[in-house]
Structure formats: C-alpha cells, structure tokens
C-alpha cells in the first residue's frame, strides 16, 4: 500500500483524510502492526484509483 500511496504522491495524512481513516491507523497498516479492516480496505484502494483485490494479493 505504501508504493501505491507514494506513486500517489500522498502523505499518509492525505490519503487518511480522504478515506476517512487516522494517519495513525494508515502508518500501521503500512507497517503491518495491524490489518486492515475490508471497509478501510475499499475506500483506501478508491482513493489510490486501484482495485482492492490489489491489496490481498500482497
């Protein structure tokens, strides 16, 4: 996610306020220190213009 989030040329803050999530809760999902709920999940890869599917491949 974060290779996506940075060809995005967004900060986790950005990408957090445009889904709705707290750039802390982006930095731990990057960092794997916790896993993504499919809510979360769906609305990051429609803010990176990805599909989801993208982010279980990984």
């Known amino acids: 996610m974060r290779k996506r ?3 995005a040329n967004l900060s986790q803050e950005q990408l ?3 889904a ?3 750039r802390l809760t982006i ?3 990057e960092s794997g ?3 993504a709920r499919i809510g979360w ?4 890869a429609h803010d ?3 599909p989801a599917s ?3 491949e990984e």
């Not at 999940?41 to 990051?44: Q, Y």
């Open 27 to 29: 930095q731990r999902i």
């Open 48 to 50: 990176l213009d990805v």
């Open 16 to 18: 957090g306020l445009r």
């Open 33 to 35: 220190a916790t896993d």
């Open 54 to 56: 993208n982010f279980l």
């Open 20 to 22: 709705g999530i707290p």
């Open 5 to 7: 989030r940075e060809h």
């Open 41 to 44: 999940l769906l609305r990051i």
